[in-house]
């Protein structure tokens, strides 16, 4: 039994770093599109008035 729950923690932290190399990558090859967007988004909520009663 105690063999079982070391397999599933080394499991679980093999695919935390598959997860966490995954979205590193991510970020490196889309994060300036991504960072483009949010802000062409912000640009346009900014110009957005709320409307009055």
């Known amino acids: 039994m105690k063999a079982r729950k070391g397999i599933s923690f080394l499991e679980y932290a093999l695919l935390a770093a598959l997860v966490g190399i995954v979205g ?3 970020v490196m090859k889309y994060g300036k599109a ?3 967007f949010f802000s062409a988004l912000g640009d346009k909520t900014a110009e957005v008035t709320p409307k009055t009663k």
């Open 34 to 36: 991504i960072s483009n």
């Open 24 to 26: 590193a990558v991510g």
